[in-house]
């Protein structure tokens, strides 16, 4: 037993990745083991990027900085990396991340100079989701239906044949 030193008494670690996927997602996958997504897109990550990023050099500035930060390992700050980027690029980011998350694509990482996104998908449990479940839009339809003033409005008027509900800001 002499051999054995005390727990503390080590200096080496082994630090583990818990967030990083196999090189193949279940939401890449086809056939009957593949997963539905939650929302049906109406673009793809893709043509978002292309959309918003309209300049190819800010979207390489943008893989760019987020290899850089990914690098960083278990030390990165998203808030401290984020004040050295322009302002400029965070808003077209900020944009992109939004349309992403509307269309059901979530956690972009950069890979081998490449966008990499995640798509929400269908565990079995969630409730069918549309396009209001994920959107970050300023809306007041949807800031009334998560308080539940949209349910009231609907209790008061279900005797009324003339009230219709108001249309999302995506129809």
Sequence with gaps: MSEFGPLGATQATRR???NRTQNAPESRLSG??????????????MTITRRIFKD????????????TYQRGGDN???DDYR?????????????????CRRNGFVCPQAENG??????????GHAQNG???????????????IDCGKMKHIRLLN?????????KTCWV
Excluded at 59 to 64: D, E, F, Q, V
Excluded at 130 to 144: F, G, I, Q, V, Y
């Design 76 to 78: 990165r700050r998203w």
């Design 32 to 45: 009957p083991n593949a997963r539905p997504p939650v929302i049906i897109p109406e673009e793809l990550p």
């Design 130 to 144: 549309d396009k209001c479940t994920m959107c970050e839009r300023p809306c007041t339809l949807r800031r009334d």
């Design 114 to 123: 490449k966008l990499v996104w995640h798509q929400v998908t269908d565990n």
């Design 56 to 67: 190819g050099d800010d979207l390489k500035a943008m893989i760019g900085f987020l290899t």
């Design 158 to 166: 279900k005797n009324n044949p003339e009230w219709k509900e108001p």
């Design 83 to 99: 004040a050295k980027m322009p302002d400029d690029l965070i808003e077209l980011w900020g944009t992109l991340l939004i349309e």
């Design 16 to 18: 583990y990745k818990l």
